[in-house]
């Protein structure tokens, strides 16, 4: 199929390399439209795929368009659209905050639209994905959506009103975990390991906590329980974590993000 990219940001390359690795497009067929050139040139040599300044252009030769400009802009852009978005095309906005309804309000009656936010692990394929439908998508239009994301990770269907926890928990959630891998790593080269070794050893480790989460079906409880042995070590270890509030902090993370996310749909 035919996608189309406004905006060629991080997230933008990150889905379109998915898109692509997935098969379900080539670099030939994705084009992405962005005003500012290095963002151009960087999706350019990181997908193979052309690029152009021209949003019109990427509207009149994709099916599938994915709105990935920063939220304040997204009014702008399809209201200004000349000519309008038609009605053969199927909009996907990862824009943080900005809802469906004024997605619409700003497109011509009838027009389908989507609104989707993943996160940029879709580069490897595990993306974590929560989308709603407008109005006047169709059954088509959500099995699409399911499908591409599935592609490049997981997807979930969900209310509009639950888009901003996706946001502030999955959405912005890699941030979360780097800074768990980084501070892993850290306390293993003041152990003495090696930076590398450390790193890979800390990345490893969440990965193979988190596949036992999604492979086994068990409560994180049950796992975590399953490794402190009593009096043992980790233990000891889960203490520290409880007396430095991480849990908390973690929440705390996720609210704050969902509370930015529905701020900015509110500028």
Known sequence: MRIGFW???KMATA???GFIRAGLTRPENVLASDFLEPARNSFRQ???????ASNAEVAATSEVIVLAVKPHQVVALLSGLNPPLGPDRLLISIAA????HELESALPDGRRVLRVMPNTPALVGSSATGYAPGQSATPDDI???QKLFSSVG???QVPENLLDAVTGLSGSGPAYAYLIIEALSDAGVAEGLPRDTATRLAAQTLLGASRMVLETGLHPAELKDMVTSPGGTTIEAVH???LGGVRGALMNAVRASARRSRELGNQ
């Open 15 to 17: 889905l379109a390399q």
């Open 154 to 156: 997981i997807a979930f």
């Open 46 to 52: 990181q997908t193979g795929a052309p690029v152009t």
């Open 143 to 145: 099995e699409l959506t």
């Open 97 to 100: 905050g900005v809802s469906l």
């Open 7 to 9: 905006g060629a940001g």
């Open 240 to 242: 520290q974590l409880e």
